[in-house]
T-cell receptor, first 114, second 113 residues
Framework: GAVVSQHPSWVICKSGTSVKIECRSL??????MFWYRQFPKQSLMLMAT?????????EQGVEKDKFLINHASLTLSTLTVTSAHPEDSSFYIC??????????FGPGTRLTVL | DAKTTQPPSMDCAEGRAANLPCNHS???????VYWYRQIHSQGPQYIIH???NNETNEMASLIITEDRKSSTLILPHATLRDTAVYYC??????????????FGTGTRLQVTL
């Protein structure tokens, strides 16, 4: 069964509003989680590394003030897309490492900004 | 992490073996080869990984060449549900450290009747 969940699975919002996406590890603790973004017919691009109890680490070119990440507990990380615009429409996916070997991915959240 | 090269697409008849190649000629000694797949509109799914020995699990087999510069993922009896994009990723494992995965463009496998 799924070990990483995301909520919501899809969301449609108006331009200028903020959207929060949750990523949960279901039966294990994750001090680190990763957030990816995927545009149609493209590969996954890492956006940021979410660290429990400390600031997230953002990849080059990702605006930290636009994509707010909070890793409040060992099983929950949230990504908030602030003042969303149509170009932010994408498939957002989180992952959580379990031990040193494997990363488990969430099912993804499809964001559509009108 | 070392860069990988995969063919953009492959076809396979249902019931036949699917052999997906990956070139990682710049791999270093402490880097592992990982395979993930992504079915349309879903998150990636871990398949298998290896260092230098061939590996097999319930999903697939991984064959790594002796010089470790390339590998092949084998799905022994492909089904329509195996239609997905398959990603070959090379990464270093560091004990106690969660390392990020860098995805290339992968191979789009189409399994047909």
């Amino acid at each position: 069964g799924a070990v990483v969940s995301q909520h919501p699975s899809w969301v449609i919002c108006k331009s200028g509003t903020s959207v929060k996406i949750e990523c949960r590890s279901l039966d294990f603790q994750a001090t680190t989680m990763f957030w990816y973004r995927q545009f149609p017919k493209q590969s996954l691009m890492l956006m940021a590394t979410s660290n429990e109890g400390s600031k997230a680490t953002y990849e080059q070119g990702v605006e930290k003030d636009k994509f707010l990440i909070n890793h409040a507990s060992l099983t929950l990380s949230t990504l908030t897309v602030t003042s969303a615009h149509p170009e932010d429409s994408s498939f957002y996916i989180c992952s959580a490492p379990r031990g040193d070997i494997t990363q488990y991915f969430g099912p993804g959240t499809r964001l559509t900004v009108l | 992490d070392a860069k990988t090269t995969q063919p953009p697409s492959m076809d396979c008849a249902e019931g036949r073996a699917a052999n997906l190649p990956c070139n990682h000629s710049t791999i270093s000694g402490n880097e592992y080869v990982y395979w993930y797949r992504q079915i349309h509109s879903q998150g990636p799914q871990y398949i298998i990984h290896g260092l230098k020995n061939n590996e097999t699990n319930e999903m697939a087999s991984l064959i790594i060449t002796e010089d470790r510069k390339s590998s092949t993922l084998i799905l022994p009896h492909a089904t329509l549900r195996d239609t997905a994009v398959y990603y070959c990723i090379v990464r270093t494992l560091q004990t106690g450290t969660a390392s990020k995965l860098t995805f290339g463009t992968g191979t789009r496998l189409q399994v047909t009747l």
